[in-house]
RNA sequence: UGGGGGGUCGUCCAAGGGUAGGACAGCGGUCUUUGGAACCGCGAAUCGGGGUUCGAAUCCCUGCCUCCCAGCCA
């Protein structure tokens, strides 16, 4: 939440010279902007329907877009709803967009506006179109317009409606305003062309009956706007210069284009399409994001695993980690799936600089060292982030009992570049002591449930006088001062890169990854760890990136782990094993 | 079989007739009190076939592959 008062990264800010590649669109707008084709102004707009809950691909939209704004001299970008479907649309998500996207970091001034606000335009424009003899009210049923499209290969036929008089158009279509008629009962269509090899040319709908309670408008309205009326109308209405959007409206440009030129408008906004978003092994659609809520396959939107600004928010996400992917996919208009790893990379790159280190044991096994003086409590100065010296340091007490991670502990070394406990081994516990394994002791299911050391004195502060090479460090936690957490590991949703690649009949919760979530409930952390805010962000060393969920408590704190560190030692075992 | 798009390293993005480049991933190394970070190095691509040209990822022809469109959704 307090990362939306932060500037935005200025880190690239010499990216922005000329020398740079620019993106497609960036490169049209310099153009536009040399030549003077929208008087020099360079306005953009982020349209989204407040239908579902805001994901990364949004994201990308929305640094596309107010991103052209900002670095043009003048430049803005509106944040508009587009709101004329009643039946989809709610507050919920009108709230929910605007905090992800101030939370993003992102500022729309006053400009915030809303389709629904433009009904009242929107109506004279279809009035004035019926005027031109450029729209009708038509009678059929959704079924026989279907029959009438035509397919993709066969053109369409004329409604038997099309040559009703302007007169008559007006009277019905008043009426359709007034009420008079049941939903469904008829529709305003453009007349274009019913044969036309574009299919959204064959006199697409404009208007349509819907008796559907508005989110903004109420009940004032029973006719509602089509997007492809609507869009091109709103754009205009707020002067947008260039309209950005993904590519499957690109066969709607000519609609676009032609409801402007049927109309006389504020002026034509330029409608330029990019490729969406794909994201692998997860799913960026509002529809099928939704199925997953309400289904209950995940916890909610924010759900930590969902791709939705929410949910990466709440996984330890930061918005400068969303906009340096975003600025590293780049825009362009080839279908694309992008990898995982850019987005886990993006975070762990500004979770280094900023994240304070903490010893956090997930799966503690206990260590006891004999030699230590029982009662004893030693308190280690440990450094809080060694990318960033100004995060100074803070106590850490040790004791004769500890925790280590299990996975800290072979019974047998492995191979040579193993360099963890074992028997004989001696290994460093971080910021503290050297200690060699002396015994271990296990329980009748034979699992090791005990580690037997002795620690050399000389080597408090973690380094001995005789400089004696020690390769492996584990962190540790003092077992009398350990702190009892809950860390929720997660991985990713879906178990297919594509999960809408389905068996016949199946369909993309078929490919949810039953293991996407792992609890951890018997983790012991270093006193310092208790009572942070929730979505504060720490490392956990040699461990990786985690954030407090709003579930902890002081008590019982909970982390969400956002992602690992990189892991080279399980690169190598992988490698050794096959 | 209609119309509209798109095909460049594993991935994402450049190069707009003149040495195919960057980022990420991968591999190798240096350093290290996080097997982290940082740093150094190495491999790796123009969908196919013709043509124009001194020279083609780029221009022309042709073929192939792929995405989108038949909502009273956006």
Same mark, same amino acid.
């Given at each position: 939440m307090n990362e939306a008062q932060n500037p935005p990264e200025s880190d690239n800010s010499q990216e922005n010279s000329s020398t740079e590649s620019r993106d497609f669109i960036r490169e049209i707008v310099a153009a536009d902007l040399a030549s003077g084709k929208h008087g020099g102004r360079v306005q953009t707009r982020f349209p989204p329907e407040p239908n579902g809950y805001l994901h990364i691909g949004h994201a990308k939209s929305i640094c596309l877009n107010f991103g052209v704004?900002?670095?043009?001299?003048?430049?803005?970008?509106? &944040?508009?709803? +587009?709101?004329?479907?009643?039946a989809k649309e709610e507050q919920e998500f009108v709230e929910s967009i605007e905090e992800d996207l101030r939370w993003l970091g992102f500022d729309w001034g006053q400009r915030i506006f809303f389709a629904s606000d433009y009904f009242e335009q929107l109506y004279? @424009?279809? #009035?004035?179109?019926? $005027?031109?003899?450029?729209? @009708?009210? /038509?009678? &059929?049923?959704?079924?026989?317009?279907r029959e009438? $499209?035509? =397919? #993709? =290969?066969?053109?369409?036929?004329n409604s038997p409606y099309r040559e009703r008089s302007v007169e008559e158009n007006l009277d019905l279509f008043a009426r359709m305003r007034a009420g008079e008629f049941e939903d469904g009962a008829h529709v305003l269509r453009?007349?274009? +062309?019913?044969?036309?090899?574009?299919i959204v040319m064959r006199d697409p709908t404009l208007y349509r009956i819907r008796r559907a309670h508005h989110h903004r408008t109420g009940d004032a309205w029973c006719i509602y706007p089509m997007y492809d009326f609507t869009h091109c109308l709103s754009d205009s209405i707020e002067e947008i210069t260039h309209s950005l959007c993904t590519l499957e409206f690109e066969n709607h440009r000519p609609l676009y284009d032609w409801v402007l030129d049927a109309l006389e408008t504020p002026c034509h906004p330029q409608q330029i399409e990019f490729a969406r978003l794909n994201l692998a092994f997860t799913l960026l659609s509002k529809r099928k994001l939704m199925r997953l809520v =309400? +289904?209950? #396959?995940?916890?909610?939107? /924010?759900d930590p695993r969902m791709p939705t600004i929410s949910g990466l928010r709440r996984r330890g996400y930061t918005p400068e980690a969303i906009r340096a992917f975003c600025d590293l996919i780049g825009v362009a208009k080839r279908d694309s799936l992008v990898e995982m790893t850019p987005l886990e990379n993006a975070v762990r790159e500004h979770l280094n600089r900023i994240a304070p280190r903490y010893m956090a044991v997930l799966r503690p096994l206990k260590v006891i060292i004999d030699n230590y003086p029982e009662g004893q409590v030693e308190e280690f100065e440990a450094i809080n982030n060694p990318e960033d010296p100004q995060a100074g340091t803070r106590k850490v007490p040790f004791s004769k009992e500890l925790f280590i991670e299990q996975d800290d502990f072979r019974e047998e070394a492995p191979n040579r570049k193993y360099f963890r406990l074992a028997p004989g081994r001696e290994i460093r516990l971080r910021y503290a002591y050297f200690i060699t394994c002396t015994s271990f !002791?296990?329980?009748?299911?034979?699992? !090791?449930?005990? !580690?037997?050391? %002795? @620690? /050399?004195p000389e080597s408090r502060g973690g380094s001995s006088p005789d400089g004696r090479r020690v390769r492996g460090t584990s962190h540790w936690v003092s077992a009398a001062h350990a702190v009892p957490a809950q860390v929720r590991l997660y991985d990713r949703l879906f178990t297919k890169p594509n999960p809408n690649e389905?068996?016949?009949?199946? +369909?993309?919760?078929?490919? &949810? *990854?039953?293991? %996407? &979530?792992e609890l951890l409930t018997e983790c012991m952390v270093?006193? *310092? #760890?208790r009572g942070l805010e929730a979505e504060s962000r720490v490392q956990f060393e040699r461990q990786g990136y985690f954030c407090v969920d709003r579930d902890s408590s002081s008590e019982r704190p909970v982390f969400n782990r956002t992602v690992s560190l990189r892991d080279s030692w399980a690169k190598i075992e992988k490698a050794l094993m096959g």
């Open positions: 704004a900002e670095e043009n001299e003048g430049g803005r970008c509106n &944040l508009r709803f +587009d709101d004329t479907n009643p004279e @424009y279809a #009035l004035e179109l019926i $005027r031109r003899g450029l729209a @009708y009210v /038509d009678s &059929l049923g959704a079924e026989e317009i009438h $499209r035509g =397919t #993709l =290969t066969e053109p369409g036929k453009a007349k274009i +062309d019913m044969s036309s090899p574009h =309400t +289904d209950g #396959l995940v916890d909610g939107w /924010d !002791v296990k329980n009748e299911m034979g699992e !090791v449930i005990e !580690v037997h050391c %002795s @620690y /050399d389905v068996e016949e009949g199946g +369909d993309f919760t078929d490919n &949810l *990854n039953p293991a %996407s &979530l270093e006193p *310092n #760890l």
